[in-house]
Nanobody, 124 residues
Framework: EVQLMESGGLSAQAGGSLRLSCAAS????????IGWFRQAPGKEREGIAAIYVQGGRTWYADSMKGRFIISPDVGSKTVYLENDDLKEEDTAMYYC?????????????????WGQGTQVTVSS
C-alpha cells in the first residue's frame, strides 16, 4: 500500500505562488504514476497534472497547461506541484494520488491511492 502526504497548502493573494509537496512511502517510487488533483467546494474533482516518475514524462489537463508544473525528487520520494500566478479560482483542496506507471494519465480513475489533501485559498 502506498501512503501519500501532501503539504504546502496556504492562504495567498492572487498573483502569488505555491509549491505543494506529495511525499510517498512507496519503496518502488520510480515505478509509480503520481497525479495532482483539486476539488473546490460544490464542484467535482478535477485533474491537474500527472508524472510517470521513471523517465519523468508528464501529462497536464488542457485547462491547466502553462499554469502548473509537476516535478519529482526521486531521492526524497516527493512530487511537487508549482504555480507562480495564483488566481481566486485556484482555491480548492489539493490532493495527490498514486497509480501504476503503465497507462499513466491525469484521469482520476487511473489512481488507487490518495492523500488526505492540503488546502489552498487564494483571495483578491
Amino acid at each position: 500500500e502506498v501512503q501519500l502526504m501532501e503539504s504546502g497548502g496556504l492562504s495567498a493573494q492572487a498573483g502569488g505562488s505555491l509549491r505543494l509537496s506529495c511525499a510517498a512511502s512507496e519503496y518502488n517510487f520510480r515505478s509509480n504514476c503520481i497525479g495532482w488533483f483539486r476539488q473546490a467546494p460544490g464542484k467535482e474533482r478535477e485533474g491537474i497534472a500527472a508524472i510517470y516518475v521513471q523517465g519523468g514524462r508528464t501529462w497536464y489537463a488542457d485547462s491547466m497547461k502553462g499554469r502548473f508544473i509537476i516535478s519529482p525528487d526521486v531521492g526524497s520520494k516527493t512530487v511537487y506541484l508549482e504555480n507562480d500566478d495564483l488566481k481566486e479560482e485556484d482555491t480548492a483542496m489539493y490532493y495527490c494520488a498514486a497509480g501504476p506507471g503503465a497507462g499513466c494519465s491525469v484521469k482520476s480513475g487511473h489512481f488507487t491511492y490518495w492523500g488526505q489533501g492540503t488546502q489552498v485559498t487564494v483571495s483578491s
